[in-house]
């Protein structure tokens, strides 16, 4: 199994900062990709951010230029920097992944969320 914790969630003003953290955990193989997806309240589900495991990335429209996806590989973490952050970002962000274990082939595995309230 693949464990996923997300951190880094709170409250921050319109125009503020903050990072998010995915540590993976388990028996891990291989990790092909590690994304970010948010959903807020009465919508559905959106991809906002995507690494892979060749370091390639790609990004939502709508937060192209104010934050950047990134990872550790040595720590299994992949983060969020959210700059800029606006009222429409407000949403619970979840980590995912696509990895293997040594006992399983590649599977989508996810977090259990962290919320990002941006308000003044």
């Known amino acids: 199994q693949v464990q996923l914790v997300e951190s880094g969630g709170g409250l921050v003003q319109p125009g503020g900062s903050l990072r998010l953290s995915c540590v993976a955990s388990?028996?891990?193989?291989?990790?092909?990709?590690i994304a970010w997806y948010r959903q807020a309240p009465g919508k559905q589900r959106e991809l906002v951010a995507t690494?892979?495991?060749?370091?390639?990335?790609n990004y939502a429209d709508s937060v192209k230029g104010r934050f950047t996806i990134s990872r550790d590989n040595a720590k299994n973490t992949v983060y969020l920097q959210m700059n800029s952050l606006k009222p429409e970002d407000t949403a619970v962000y979840y980590c995912?992944?696509?990895?293997?274990?040594?006992?399983?082939?590649?599977?989508?595995?996810w977090g259990a969320g962290t919320l990002v309230t941006v308000s003044s």
């Open positions: 690494i892979i495991s060749d370091g390639s990335n």
């Open positions: 388990g028996s891990i193989a291989s990790i092909h990709a």
């Open positions: 995912n992944a696509v990895a293997r274990t040594y006992s399983s082939s590649y599977r989508n595995y």
